[in-house]
């Protein structure tokens, strides 16, 4: 099993909602990511946590907040945020060699 | 973290070998080459990597300069289905997978 599942698909949300984006590999894999990717832009790394610790942050809003509740799981959480904020967010997961991305999640902020 | 150069498109005939290059001349000693593919906004797809030697697997092979500060993607008999952006990435450190500008290539029947 090769797969990193993201859910869901596609989000909608408002300025003043929260949501989560929800990430998980069963591939034993113990770093996993978080990256932002604009229309026709190459995807930014946001976070990484290895071994369920954050261990990068590359300078992202407080309004995107992380969480790796286990070994398989990755979350990010998302509160007040704007519409600049409407991107395909990807997860992926690696262990020391080549990383695995999910197919994103499409998030549009009205 | 190095940062990787690559032209931003390029056309191949269907069935002949597409030459993707690669400029990552800030690389440093023990820093890997890797190479992803993204098609129509699907998740990135992992191809090959290297770090001094040249690499060939089922999809692709890499040439890596002896200097490192270049390389190549090859795949040997494009396909109509391989039409994507393609991304060089410079991997700094353990998990530090930073994405280039990419090329577009366009697989021409």
């Known amino acids: 099993d090769t797969e990193v599942t993201q859910t869901p698909k596609h989000l909608v949300m408002g300025m003043t909602n929260k949501k989560s984006l929800k990430c998980e590999q069963h591939?034993?894999?113990?770093?996993m990511y978080w990256y932002k990717q604009k229309a026709k832009k190459p995807p930014e790394l946001m976070f990484v946590?290895?071994?369920?610790?954050?261990?990068i942050n590359e300078s992202v809003p407080s309004r995107f907040s992380p969480e790796c509740p286990n070994s398989s799981l990755l979350n990010l959480h998302l509160h007040a945020l704007q519409p600049e904020d409407s991107a395909l967010y990807l997860c992926?997961?690696?262990?020391?060699?080549?990383?695995?991305f999910g197919q994103g999640t499409r998030l549009t902020v009205v | 973290d190095a940062k990787t150069t690559q032209p931003p498109s390029m056309d191949c005939a269907e069935g002949r070998a597409a030459n993707l290059p690669c400029n990552h001349s800030?690389?440093?000693?023990?820093?890997?080459v890797y190479w992803y593919r993204q098609i129509h906004s699907q998740g990135p797809q992992y191809i090959i990597h290297?770090?001094?030697n040249n690499e060939t697997n089922e999809m692709a092979s890499l040439i890596i300069t002896e200097d490192r500060k270049s390389s190549t993607l090859i795949l040997p008999h494009a396909t109509l289905r391989d039409t994507a952006v393609y991304y060089c990435?410079?991997?700094?450190?353990?998990?530090?997978?930073?994405f280039g500008t990419g090329t577009r290539l366009k697989v021409l029947a």
């Open positions: 992926a997961s690696s262990r020391d060699r080549e990383a695995f």
């Open positions: 990435i410079v991997r700094a450190g353990t998990y530090k997978y930073i």
């Open positions: 946590y290895s071994y369920e610790k954050l261990s």
């Open positions: 591939m034993g894999h113990r770093a």
């Open positions: 800030t690389i440093s000693g023990n820093e890997y």
């Open positions: 290297g770090l001094k």
